[in-house]
């Protein structure tokens, strides 16, 4: 049934995806190496604004003035998180910023394959894909793991895996903008646990960046929820 269904556009949107998540993944980490985890997941917010750049040109969505402000927005929340200039940009920073969008083509590309495919195939064929792709990389520079490192990667693959499989049960249930905002509660336990944890220091402008880039985003996502709602509800006279 599985090779029934698979068709030559389907495994090439899977290989892209898996191409471009793989590369993301090696800047997400190269970034959770060299800066705090706060400031990784607070400019990684930025994955909505292009998240809703390419919901308008591959899904033919209206780019309204409501949603142009909210980017614009969100821009000006991640600079005030990098601050150039001001504020040393390591590649650590670039490196994230540079994660972003690859991560919203991922979205965008399992928001395809989530209409149309089971959840399970799609987040198995992007671990397999994911698997390839930072196979070279990670033979790179490889280093045997420990029996412990081995269970705490473990531990990070079944988290990783059963966030990725949800995620996609939520493409598949709800418009990109609906399923967005609740991404936010990141920022709360990534401060938290880069505080407690980690003893990394609750920088202010990260935080406030990243408080603009979640107003901005969860502005759009309301919007996008009541104009929905009006197209989803009757004219009085049809329910007479």
Not at 161 to 183: D, S
């Amino acid at each position: 049934a599985f090779r029934a269904g698979m068709t030559s556009g389907k495994l090439a949107l899977y290989a892209g995806r898996g191409f471009v998540h793989s590369l993301g993944v090696i800047l997400w980490f190269y970034a959770m190496a060299n800066i705090p985890i706060a400031e990784v997941v607070a400019i990684g917010y930025t994955s909505p604004i292009y998240i809703t750049i390419g919901a308008a040109l591959v899904f033919g969505e209206k780019l309204a003035a409501r949603r142009i402000l909210a980017v614009v927005a969100a821009f000006i929340g991640a600079m005030i998180i990098i601050r150039p200039g001001l504020h040393e940009v390591g590649l650590g920073q670039i490196a994230q910023v540079l994660s972003a969008p690859l991560f919203a083509i991922s979205y965008l590309i399992a928001k395809r394959l989530s209409d149309r495919e089971n959840p399970t195939v799609v987040v198995a064929m992007l671990s397999v894909f994911v698997a390839l792709g930072t196979a070279p990389y990670a033979y790179a520079v490889w280093e045997t793991p420990s029996l412990a490192e081995v269970m705490w990667l473990s531990l990070v693959a079944a988290f990783a895996t059963a966030g990725h499989f949800t995620m996609t049960k939520a493409l598949a249930a709800a418009p990109l903008m609906v399923t967005q905002p609740v991404t936010f509660l990141q920022l709360v336990w990534a401060t938290l646990l880069g505080t407690m944890v980690f003893g990394e220091p609750a920088d202010f402008w990260v935080l406030l960046g990243g408080g603009i880039i979640i107003a901005s985003v969860s502005f759009i996502s309301y919007r996008e929820w009541i104009v929905s709602r009006k197209e989803r509800t009757p004219p009085v006279v049809a329910v007479k």
